[in-house]
């Protein structure tokens, strides 16, 4: 939940926060009642839930004694998206701006009076937008309508010059933020392969001598911690309006085009990558070790490593290395499992249960959050949901409820909802890592060679033969790409 707004808006109207408009879970039609076609914007027991884009537009702008809501601040910006493009919400919204001031420099002395503390909302909003959607500014007509409302709402205040102060500093850190963001960008774009380059294919039983995940980290604590750090060093460079991605890269029901910017979903996809270079690492790892009893071994390291997760509320990282230990390659080898004592195992396959949507995993990721509200300590805050879930959440919500109503309003109340559940990410991820970051473990992780499934499969047959007509095709077919590669 969004920190209390500011001592200024506290005697103005505000608009409903999430919990109490939607509680926890989005169950139900998200419709308004359609018996209020003629009211725009359209309330429900004083909730906004629906409204023409002009009319959200002019809700998101203070008046003298408005300030709108900060949940309603960051769900129209992160959703307006669908409907306009950033640089036209500005012209928007510096348009009503200017029309403002315009009538308190007419109006009566009083009024006139006003205008200092006006233009202290506009800046607060400006600000608000700025380091929320830093993003949004990254082209020149954004900063270009930044700069012209900046300029009018400076001559609010010609006196002292503080307003210009003020602009002038927030100026400055957007330009910084998108900065780092570029150079971050820059950095990851460099180093940018997919999982199955670092595959290799094996001609022969790699030799006992070489490195392997226990020579480098033996503790399965340990190893879960730094899986952590990597996460939460992930999500922290990926964002709302990369979240947003998966319902503006559609078009929308004005017959726009996609409105997706492909730079952004670089970062999700990033992401995505490195929960598959997880779950193929920790296939490497088994499959490659020779002898069984050393297998074994290394199966229920990784078993202990995936309960440590979980333990620590790091849920991408312990459905990676599960379903790593699920690929066929390890699956198979049923001579290593007889040996592996797997009641700890199913205890972990048991929250990941698919069936009921998930529903096991849920539970548990609900009981990481409400212990996360309440935590002391870093460690306690930690909630790292499985990521691909969590984006088809968000894609299915956007599936299953309508952009409009068929009123052509803004069907509002399905925006609340993804903005939610975009929120509680945004604030997981703020959550600072207290663990001291291991270099030696974080390069192996990071760049330790990764089998191709090919590969993974021939590690596989080598280590436990074929014991099916089915498996013993595939081997054939495996050992004749062998030799033709000779």
């Known amino acids: 939940m969004y920190t209390s707004p500011r001592k ?35 309330y429900q027991d004083g909730n906004l839930v629906s409204g023409s884009l002009e009319a959200l537009i002019e809700h998101l702008v203070p008046t003298m004694d408005y300030y709108p809501d900060r949940t309603y601040i960051f769900t129209f910006l992160l959703s307006s998206r669908v409907f306009i493009h950033p640089h036209e919400l500005l012209a928007k919204v510096g348009q009503l701006c200017i029309k403002q001031k315009q009538q308190l420099e007419t109006g009566t ?23 929320t959607f830093p993003y949004d500014f990254q082209d020149e007509k954004s900063m270009k309508e930044l700069k012209e409302i900046a300029h009018r709402i400076t001559q609010c205040d010609e006196e002292n010059g503080t307003v210009k102060k003020i602009i002038s500093q927030m100026t400055q850190n957007l330009l910084m933020a998108l900065s780092a963001r570029s150079q ?13 380059d670092k595959g290799t294919i094996l001609k022969t039983k790699p030799q006992s001598t070489q490195k392997d995940i226990l020579s480098v980290c033996c503790d399965p604590l340990i190893l879960a911690q730094q899986l952590t750090y ?11 309006e990369d979240l947003m991605q998966i319902v503006s890269h559609m ?18 996809e990033a992401y995505d990558n490195w929960f598959n270079c997880l779950s193929m690492l920790v296939a490497t790892e088994i499959c490659r070790v020779v002898k069984k009893k050393q297998r074994t071994r290394m199966v229920e390291f990784f078993i202990d490593v995936a309960r440590e997760c979980f333990n620590i509320g790091n849920f991408n990282s312990m459905m990676a290395i599960i379903s790593g230990m699920n690929l066929s390659p390890v699956a198979r080898l049923k ?27 849920r539970t548990a990721l609900q009981g990481a959050a409400q212990r996360s509200q309440t935590a002391n300590s870093n460690r306690e805050k930690i909630v790292i949901p499985v990521f691909n879930l969590f984006i088809k959440d968000i894609y299915f919500l956007h599936k299953i409820h309508t952009n409009r109503l068929p009123n052509g309003q803004i069907n509002f109340k399905k925006f609340w909802e993804i903005s939610r559940q975009i929120h509680d990410f945004l604030t997981w991820k703020q959550v600072e890592c207290p663990f001291e970051k291991d270099k030696k473990i974080q390069s192996y992780l990071l760049t330790a060679p990764i089998y191709s499934e090919e590969a993974l499969f021939i590690a596989s047959f080598e280590s436990e033969g074929p014991e099916n007509h089915m498996e013993k095709d595939s081997w054939k077919t495996l050992r004749t790409t062998l030799l033709n590669r000779a």
């Not at 002395?109 to 380091?131: H, R, V």
């Not at 078009?251 to 999700?268: E, F, I, Q």
Request: contains cysteine; proline residues 6%; neutral net charge.
């Open 230 to 240: 990597v996460e939460l060093e992930r999500v922290s460079n990926i964002y709302p």
């Open 109 to 131: 002395e009083a009024e006139k009076a006003k205008l200092k503390s006006f233009a202290a909302k506009i800046i607060q909003l400006l600000k608000e937008w700025t380091e």
């Open 8 to 42: 200024m808006r506290e005697t103005m109207p505000q608009t409903p926060i999430f919990s109490s408009m939607l509680g926890s879970s989005c169950s139900g039609q998200v419709q308004p009642d359609m018996g209020e076609r003629c009211v725009d914007p359209v």
């Open 184 to 196: 971050y960008q820059e950095i990851k774009e460099k180093f940018r392969q997919p999982a199955t």
């Open 251 to 268: 078009d929308s029901l004005d017959n726009h085009k996609c409105r997706g910017d492909v730079t952004k979903t670089y970062n999700l």
């Open 335 to 361: 001579k290593t499992w007889s040996k592996v004592k797997t009641a700890k195992f199913d205890v972990l396959e048991h929250h990941m249960d698919p069936s009921s949507n998930f529903c096991n995993y």
